[in-house]
């Protein structure tokens, strides 16, 4: 009925579509998965569709493209002003893979999407992706720091009908975080980087221990630190198994690039 597409797309735009989902189970007497949420909501944008929505810069593209892997990255800036006052910029971007032009590497058919709300940038983004691709036999392979509204539950949305999404956390970010939480033990930083390359839990677990024993008089603020890293960890440990460990070979892979573009923005 209307008055359920109205809805639908209302929750739609201020929530990820898993969460509308898990509501309408707990609330009404009928069920609808995730991707019945995306119908409903297109299908509410097509009946509405007005002369400047972000949909109708897509209209009239017919044939979408068929990739075997297709890099999608979300990450926040934040520009300072005056009298602490500061704006963040949202930025997602897609592309193809990359290349080697002659010095440089470069993404293929990249797009990037920028804007103050957050929401309306993952819209925009999920829009471009949709009308550009047909993902059925796409492996989506997202990377993010996982910092608000850039969770893996947000790049499950936006790879929705995908062969298979495979999501990374950030490695700067993830290199920058056991710096700042080893920083009383310099010497087992680089060790705590390799354990988690070669993806061993062990080792990780014996860095930790060999951190906590090197602590003198067993410091509250430092040991908290050694907490905070190792929950951490453990948190984002599917999110940090290497590439190839995955099965993902593609040979133009292109992960963690979305830092070097907000100069652009910047």
Known sequence: SSLVLRNV?????????????????????????HQNVQQLVVKTGELIQTRSTHESRYDGIISKKKVPYLYLEGDGV?????????????????????????NRTEMIAPHFVSHLNRQQA??????????????????????????SGYEKAVFDELSLGCLRHEHFRDRYHVHRKIKERLSFVPQLQNRMIQAIQHYHWPEVQLVLDTSESLIEEKEAETLEQLRLLHHYLQRNWPYLKPRKARGIMDSKACIGTIESTHRKMT
């Open 9 to 33: 797309s209302q929750l739609g735009s201020i929530m990820v579509y898993r969460h509308v989902s898990q509501a309408i189970d707990c609330l009404t007497s009928w069920r609808m998965s």
């Open 78 to 102: 934040k520009i300072g002003g005056q009298k602490k006052q500061s704006l963040e910029i949202h930025r997602f971007q897609v592309c193809e893979g990359s290349q080697k032009v002659g």
């Open 122 to 147: 993952q819209k925009e983004i999920m829009n471009y992706i949709q009308a550009h691709y047909d993902l059925t036999n796409t492996v989506v392979v997202s990377n993010s720091d996982g910092g």
